[in-house]
């Protein structure tokens, strides 16, 4: 079965209890069956993966490029400087898509700016969690626009 992976990054597992105010209440958990309930209609399933080092998330990228059709990546705070994430991001193949809870641009300048970006099919910024749903539906489009 075709499996879109879900990528998050440091600090994103404790989604739920951390900075409610910002990130909201939804768990990672809840994120992914939002997901899932996205992606069924294709028969997709969803390969999550979160690790708070950025060479876990390198190596996720290297093990999983094969056999997923596309992917979500919140890389939390690796925006900022996550070079090696965006060198791996560099050789997956498939379409993905950024992904961050909190609206980026009217924070702290510092998050401003994502090394990532560029090399993203699309960026969904400041819509909580309803923004992987959104990522989701548009990764289906990308992935296959005719189906
Ligand atoms: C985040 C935004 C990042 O700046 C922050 O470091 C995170 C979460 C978001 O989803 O809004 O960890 O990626």
Redesign the pocket.
């Known amino acids: 079965m075709s499996a879109v992976l879900l990528l998050n ?4 597992g404790i989604l739920g209890r ?1 900075e409610p105010e ?2 909201g209440t939804d768990t990672l958990a809840d994120i992914e069956a939002a997901v899932a309930e996205e992606v069924k209609v294709r028969g997709w399933d969803v390969l999550s993966v979160q690790h708070d080092s950025e060479g876990e998330l390198v190596s996720a990228l290297h093990r999983h490029s094969d056999m997923t059709v596309g992917a979500l990546v ?7 400087a996550g070079w090696s994430l965006r060198d791996a991001l560099a050789s997956y193949a498939p379409p993905w898509i950024e ?6 641009w009217a ?2 300048q ?2 401003h700016e994502s090394v990532i970006a560029p090399l993203a099919s699309g960026v969904v ?2 819509l909580g969690s309803y ?1 992987y749903r959104l990522g989701a539906r548009a990764l289906m489009h990308l992935a296959a626009p005719d189906a």
């Open positions: 990054g440091p600090n994103l951390r910002i990130y919140n890389p939390g705070a690796l925006m900022i992904v961050h809870l909190s609206n980026v924070r702290e510092f998050r910024v400041g923004g």
